[in-house]
């Protein structure tokens, strides 16, 4: 069982930037991949980015590709999402997700999710 608890969205101007942290509980939370989704209002929710378990590879939509970093610290059960350069089409809730080893592109196949955190970017 893996509890996940996102913090430090909020309101940032365009061209500004923001860090997401996802806090996960659970003794077994080196061995699932951690992703970030997003969910703008009237949208489906969209996959963002993941990093593997051992923290050695990540992905990206091709939106954020140069302006977001995913990352983890296994030693304090924490994942980060770094946002740079953020535009008003980033607006969204945010969500962290988790499943076992390899992450996925699709929300469906996820095990666990955050509650989510909004991050509003003004123009």
């Known amino acids: 069982q893996v509890q996940l608890a996102e913090s430090g969205g909020g309101l940032v101007q365009a061209g500004g930037s923001l860090r997401l942290s996802c806090a996960a509980s659970g003794r077994t939370f080196s061995t699932y991949a951690m992703s970030w989704f997003r969910q703008a209002p009237g949208k489906e929710r969209e996959f963002v980015a993941t990093?593997?378990?051992?923290?050695?590879?990540?992905d990206y939509t091709d939106s954020v590709k140069g302006r977001f970093t995913i990352s983890r610290d296994n030693a304090k059960n924490t994942v980060y999402l770094q946002m740079d350069n953020l535009k008003p089409e980033d607006t969204a809730v945010y969500y962290c997700?988790?499943?076992?080893?390899?992450?996925?592109?699709?929300?469906?196949?996820?095990?666990?999710w955050g509650q989510g955190t909004q991050v509003t970017v003004s123009s």
């Open positions: 997700a988790a499943r076992r080893f390899t992450g996925s592109h699709s929300a469906s196949e996820y095990d666990y």
């Open positions: 990093i593997r378990w051992t923290g050695g590879h990540a």
